[in-house]
Protein backbone atom coordinates (compact mmCIF):
# COMPACT_ATOMS: atom_id res chain seq x y z
CA UNK A 1 0.00 0.00 0.00
CA UNK A 2 1.55 3.51 -1.20
CA UNK A 3 1.66 6.04 1.39
CA UNK A 4 -0.52 8.00 -0.02
CA UNK A 5 -3.11 5.45 0.06
CA UNK A 6 -2.64 4.91 4.12
CA UNK A 7 -3.03 8.67 4.65
CA UNK A 8 -6.28 8.33 2.94
CA UNK A 9 -7.32 5.86 4.47
CA UNK A 10 -6.42 7.17 8.39
CA UNK A 11 -7.65 10.46 7.65
CA UNK A 12 -11.24 8.96 6.46
CA UNK A 13 -11.50 6.73 9.60
CA UNK A 14 -10.81 9.61 11.47
CA UNK A 15 -14.00 11.92 10.30
CA UNK A 16 -16.24 8.66 10.09
CA UNK A 17 -16.03 6.98 13.16
CA UNK A 18 -16.03 8.49 16.85
CA UNK A 19 -12.42 7.31 18.16
CA UNK A 20 -9.73 5.35 15.78
CA UNK A 21 -5.68 4.17 16.47
CA UNK A 22 -3.29 2.40 14.52
CA UNK A 23 -2.72 -1.49 14.92
CA UNK A 24 -0.23 -2.31 12.99
CA UNK A 25 0.70 -2.97 9.61
CA UNK A 26 -2.01 -1.98 7.41
CA UNK A 27 -4.73 -2.42 10.27
CA UNK A 28 -6.79 0.36 12.27
CA UNK A 29 -9.10 0.04 15.21
CA UNK A 30 -12.04 2.29 15.69
CA UNK A 31 -14.78 2.97 17.57
CA UNK A 32 -18.36 3.91 17.25
CA UNK A 33 -20.99 5.37 19.21
CA UNK A 34 -24.56 5.28 18.76
CA UNK A 35 -26.31 4.89 21.64
CA UNK A 36 -23.70 2.14 22.99
CA UNK A 37 -20.00 1.59 22.14
CA UNK A 38 -19.22 -0.78 19.45
CA UNK A 39 -15.40 -1.35 18.94
CA UNK A 40 -14.52 -2.45 14.95
CA UNK A 41 -11.32 -3.38 12.81
CA UNK A 42 -10.46 -2.10 9.48
CA UNK A 43 -7.60 -4.23 7.17
CA UNK A 44 -6.06 -3.17 3.97
CA UNK A 45 -5.06 -6.45 2.07
CA UNK A 46 -4.47 -6.99 -1.39
CA UNK A 47 -6.45 -3.98 -3.04
CA UNK A 48 -9.58 -4.37 -0.17
CA UNK A 49 -10.44 -2.38 3.08
CA UNK A 50 -11.77 -4.85 5.66
CA UNK A 51 -13.73 -3.46 8.58
CA UNK A 52 -15.49 -5.66 10.78
CA UNK A 53 -17.78 -4.55 13.53
CA UNK A 54 -18.18 -7.26 16.23
CA UNK A 55 -22.12 -7.27 17.41
CA UNK A 56 -23.73 -8.16 20.77
CA UNK A 57 -26.91 -9.82 19.36
CA UNK A 58 -28.85 -12.38 21.81
CA UNK A 59 -28.50 -15.64 21.17
CA UNK A 60 -31.73 -17.19 20.36
CA UNK A 61 -32.65 -19.41 17.82
CA UNK A 62 -34.50 -17.41 15.68
CA UNK A 63 -31.37 -14.34 15.07
CA UNK A 64 -29.45 -16.25 12.18
CA UNK A 65 -32.32 -16.10 10.09
CA UNK A 66 -33.81 -12.34 11.61
CA UNK A 67 -30.55 -11.33 10.65
CA UNK A 68 -30.67 -12.65 6.87
CA UNK A 69 -34.18 -10.81 6.53
CA UNK A 70 -32.42 -7.29 8.01
CA UNK A 71 -30.05 -8.07 4.97
CA UNK A 72 -32.21 -7.95 2.45
CA UNK A 73 -33.24 -4.02 3.77
CA UNK A 74 -29.77 -2.47 4.13
CA UNK A 75 -29.09 -0.16 1.83
CA UNK A 76 -25.50 0.34 1.65
CA UNK A 77 -22.05 -1.95 1.15
CA UNK A 78 -22.33 -3.13 4.85
CA UNK A 79 -24.20 -6.80 5.98
CA UNK A 80 -24.66 -9.02 9.18
CA UNK A 81 -22.15 -12.32 8.88
CA UNK A 82 -21.45 -15.11 11.22
CA UNK A 83 -17.38 -14.88 11.94
CA UNK A 84 -15.67 -17.91 12.90
CA UNK A 85 -14.67 -15.76 16.10
CA UNK A 86 -17.75 -14.09 16.51
CA UNK A 87 -21.35 -14.79 17.51
CA UNK A 88 -22.41 -12.31 14.75
CA UNK A 89 -20.88 -9.13 13.13
CA UNK A 90 -20.94 -6.35 10.23
CA UNK A 91 -19.00 -6.47 7.41
CA UNK A 92 -18.11 -4.62 4.57
CA UNK A 93 -15.27 -4.49 1.93
CA UNK A 94 -13.97 -1.48 -0.34
CA UNK A 95 -11.92 -1.85 -3.25
CA UNK A 96 -9.16 0.40 -3.28
CA UNK A 97 -6.95 1.02 -6.57
CA UNK A 98 -3.87 3.06 -6.60
CA UNK A 99 -6.16 6.50 -6.97
CA UNK A 100 -8.93 6.23 -4.33
CA UNK A 101 -10.90 8.60 -2.71
CA UNK A 102 -12.46 9.51 0.73
CA UNK A 103 -16.08 9.46 -1.13
CA UNK A 104 -15.71 5.24 -1.12
CA UNK A 105 -14.60 4.87 2.15
CA UNK A 106 -17.15 7.31 3.67
CA UNK A 107 -19.84 5.74 1.81
CA UNK A 108 -18.93 2.26 3.47
CA UNK A 109 -18.43 3.61 6.80
CA UNK A 110 -22.37 5.27 6.38
CA UNK A 111 -23.36 1.94 5.45
CA UNK A 112 -21.85 0.26 8.66
CA UNK A 113 -23.59 2.86 10.76
CA UNK A 114 -27.12 2.06 9.17
CA UNK A 115 -26.64 -1.49 10.18
CA UNK A 116 -25.45 -0.91 13.89
CA UNK A 117 -28.90 0.80 14.58
CA UNK A 118 -30.63 -2.39 12.67
CA UNK A 119 -30.13 -5.27 14.94
CA UNK A 120 -33.13 -4.26 17.68
CA UNK A 121 -35.25 -2.87 14.94
CA UNK A 122 -38.49 -4.49 13.44
CA UNK A 123 -37.00 -5.42 9.78
CA UNK A 124 -38.34 -3.17 7.26
CA UNK A 125 -39.60 -4.17 4.02
CA UNK A 126 -37.22 -4.40 0.54
CA UNK A 127 -37.69 -1.82 -1.61
CA UNK A 128 -39.58 -2.75 -5.11
CA UNK A 129 -37.55 -2.90 -7.83
CA UNK A 130 -37.74 -0.81 -10.56
CA UNK A 131 -39.01 -1.50 -13.91
CA UNK A 132 -36.87 0.69 -15.85
CA UNK A 133 -33.36 2.62 -15.69
CA UNK A 134 -32.88 5.92 -15.48
CA UNK A 135 -31.22 8.57 -17.92
CA UNK A 136 -28.14 8.78 -15.98
CA UNK A 137 -27.99 5.09 -16.03
CA UNK A 138 -25.00 3.24 -17.44
CA UNK A 139 -25.16 0.71 -20.51
CA UNK A 140 -25.31 -1.99 -18.44
CA UNK A 141 -24.74 -4.90 -21.40
CA UNK A 142 -21.66 -2.78 -22.36
CA UNK A 143 -20.24 -2.73 -19.03
CA UNK A 144 -20.55 -5.95 -18.41
CA UNK A 145 -18.85 -6.91 -22.43
CA UNK A 146 -15.69 -5.35 -21.35
CA UNK A 147 -15.03 -8.38 -18.82
CA UNK A 148 -16.53 -10.69 -21.24
CA UNK A 149 -20.05 -11.18 -19.20
CA UNK A 150 -23.53 -10.68 -20.76
CA UNK A 151 -26.53 -9.00 -19.87
CA UNK A 152 -30.06 -9.37 -21.17
CA UNK A 153 -33.15 -8.22 -20.95
CA UNK A 154 -35.68 -10.07 -19.02
CA UNK A 155 -39.68 -9.62 -17.43
CA UNK A 156 -39.93 -6.48 -15.45
CA UNK A 157 -36.91 -4.69 -16.24
CA UNK A 158 -34.44 -6.67 -14.88
CA UNK A 159 -31.00 -8.02 -16.58
CA UNK A 160 -30.15 -11.65 -16.64
CA UNK A 161 -26.37 -13.07 -16.49
CA UNK A 162 -25.09 -16.14 -16.79
CA UNK A 163 -22.79 -16.46 -13.46
CA UNK A 164 -19.08 -18.46 -13.81
CA UNK A 165 -21.00 -21.19 -12.12
CA UNK A 166 -21.05 -23.96 -14.70
CA UNK A 167 -23.01 -27.36 -13.38
CA UNK A 168 -25.53 -25.49 -10.34
CA UNK A 169 -27.69 -22.66 -10.57
CA UNK A 170 -26.46 -19.69 -11.99
CA UNK A 171 -28.40 -17.28 -13.22
CA UNK A 172 -28.06 -13.94 -11.48
CA UNK A 173 -30.13 -10.73 -12.18
CA UNK A 174 -29.34 -7.37 -12.14
CA UNK A 175 -32.24 -5.37 -10.22
CA UNK A 176 -32.52 -1.38 -9.94
CA UNK A 177 -33.60 0.37 -6.15
CA UNK A 178 -33.74 3.91 -5.69
CA UNK A 179 -29.95 4.98 -6.34
CA UNK A 180 -28.74 1.07 -6.48
CA UNK A 181 -28.41 -1.86 -8.52
CA UNK A 182 -28.53 -5.33 -6.87
CA UNK A 183 -27.18 -8.34 -7.98
CA UNK A 184 -28.53 -11.19 -7.52
CA UNK A 185 -28.66 -14.88 -7.31
CA UNK A 186 -31.70 -17.12 -6.35
CA UNK A 187 -31.18 -19.94 -4.67
CA UNK A 188 -34.28 -21.79 -2.36
CA UNK A 189 -38.25 -20.76 -1.70
CA UNK A 190 -38.58 -20.75 1.88
CA UNK A 191 -42.35 -21.58 1.84
CA UNK A 192 -42.95 -24.80 4.18
CA UNK A 193 -39.23 -25.17 4.94
CA UNK A 194 -38.83 -26.71 8.44
CA UNK A 195 -37.29 -24.50 11.43
CA UNK A 196 -34.25 -26.20 11.70
CA UNK A 197 -33.52 -26.11 8.01
CA UNK A 198 -34.02 -22.16 8.25
CA UNK A 199 -31.98 -22.20 10.81
CA UNK A 200 -29.33 -23.98 9.26
CA UNK A 201 -29.72 -21.87 5.92
CA UNK A 202 -29.11 -18.78 7.63
CA UNK A 203 -26.19 -19.73 9.78
CA UNK A 204 -24.29 -21.14 6.66
CA UNK A 205 -24.86 -18.46 4.56
CA UNK A 206 -24.30 -15.72 7.15
CA UNK A 207 -20.88 -17.83 7.59
CA UNK A 208 -20.00 -18.23 3.83
CA UNK A 209 -20.87 -14.40 3.14
CA UNK A 210 -18.12 -13.42 5.97
CA UNK A 211 -15.71 -14.51 3.21
CA UNK A 212 -16.92 -13.27 0.09
CA UNK A 213 -16.14 -9.45 -0.69
CA UNK A 214 -19.46 -7.51 -0.87
CA UNK A 215 -21.77 -10.47 -1.07
CA UNK A 216 -24.81 -11.00 1.64
CA UNK A 217 -27.49 -13.71 2.59
CA UNK A 218 -30.96 -11.77 2.43
CA UNK A 219 -34.63 -12.45 2.08
CA UNK A 220 -36.57 -11.24 -1.15
CA UNK A 221 -40.41 -11.13 -0.38
CA UNK A 222 -41.74 -11.37 3.08
CA UNK A 223 -41.84 -14.73 4.99
CA UNK A 224 -42.29 -17.36 2.36
CA UNK A 225 -40.36 -15.42 0.19
CA UNK A 226 -36.58 -16.73 -1.55
CA UNK A 227 -33.25 -17.06 0.13
CA UNK A 228 -30.81 -15.46 -2.33
CA UNK A 229 -27.12 -14.01 -2.63
CA UNK A 230 -27.08 -10.35 -3.28
CA UNK A 231 -24.28 -7.80 -4.26
CA UNK A 232 -24.95 -4.13 -3.95
CA UNK A 233 -23.65 -1.31 -5.97
CA UNK A 234 -24.34 1.79 -3.75
CA UNK A 235 -24.37 4.27 -6.84
CA UNK A 236 -25.61 2.87 -9.61
CA UNK A 237 -25.22 5.87 -11.96
CA UNK A 238 -21.25 6.04 -11.07
CA UNK A 239 -20.49 2.27 -11.84
CA UNK A 240 -17.71 1.03 -13.59
CA UNK A 241 -17.13 -1.87 -15.33
CA UNK A 242 -14.43 -2.86 -13.16
CA UNK A 243 -17.40 -2.49 -9.99
CA UNK A 244 -19.47 -4.34 -12.03
CA UNK A 245 -17.06 -7.16 -12.82
CA UNK A 246 -15.92 -7.79 -9.25
CA UNK A 247 -19.30 -8.14 -8.28
CA UNK A 248 -20.06 -10.83 -10.90
CA UNK A 249 -16.92 -12.57 -9.86
CA UNK A 250 -17.87 -12.89 -6.20
CA UNK A 251 -21.75 -13.45 -6.92
CA UNK A 252 -20.15 -16.38 -9.26
CA UNK A 253 -18.20 -17.92 -6.27
CA UNK A 254 -21.28 -17.34 -4.03
CA UNK A 255 -23.24 -19.96 -6.32
CA UNK A 256 -20.58 -22.22 -6.75
CA UNK A 257 -20.35 -22.63 -3.02
CA UNK A 258 -23.74 -22.37 -1.93
CA UNK A 259 -26.25 -23.66 -4.60
CA UNK A 260 -25.98 -27.47 -3.77
CA UNK A 261 -25.36 -26.83 -0.25
CA UNK A 262 -28.64 -24.80 0.63
CA UNK A 263 -30.81 -27.47 -0.92
CA UNK A 264 -28.85 -30.05 0.92
CA UNK A 265 -29.74 -28.13 4.57
CA UNK A 266 -33.68 -28.04 3.20
CA UNK A 267 -33.57 -31.51 4.15
CA UNK A 268 -34.99 -31.69 8.02
CA UNK A 269 -31.77 -34.79 8.74
CA UNK A 270 -29.06 -32.95 7.08
CA UNK A 271 -29.70 -29.54 8.61
CA UNK A 272 -30.10 -30.94 11.96
CA UNK A 273 -26.78 -32.72 11.42
CA UNK A 274 -25.36 -29.47 10.17
CA UNK A 275 -26.06 -27.39 13.58
CA UNK A 276 -25.04 -30.21 15.77
CA UNK A 277 -21.60 -29.93 14.28
CA UNK A 278 -21.82 -26.29 13.66
CA UNK A 279 -22.91 -24.80 16.99
CA UNK A 280 -20.19 -26.99 18.82
CA UNK A 281 -17.77 -24.78 17.57
Given at each position: ???????????????GTDAVRSAG????????????????????????????????????????????????????????????????????????????????????????????????????????PETRGGDSD????ALAAEHGWT???????????????????????????????????????????????????????????????????????????????????????????????????????????????????????????????????
Amino acid sequence: MSRELERIIARTLEKGTDAVRSAGFNRWEFELRNGRRLGGHARWQEGWLHFLVPLPVAGDEEWPWTLVQRNGALRGLARYVRHPKLHSGIAAEVFLPAAASEESITGALAAIREAVRGPHEKPPSPATPETRGGDSDPDWPALAAEHGWTLVARDEGRLAVELDAPGVMNQGFLELRDERAILSLALLRTAGLPPESRRAIALFLLSLTARLHGTRAALAGDEAGTVRLEVVLPDRARASALELDLALEALSLGARLASREVRALATETLAGSYLAFTLKE
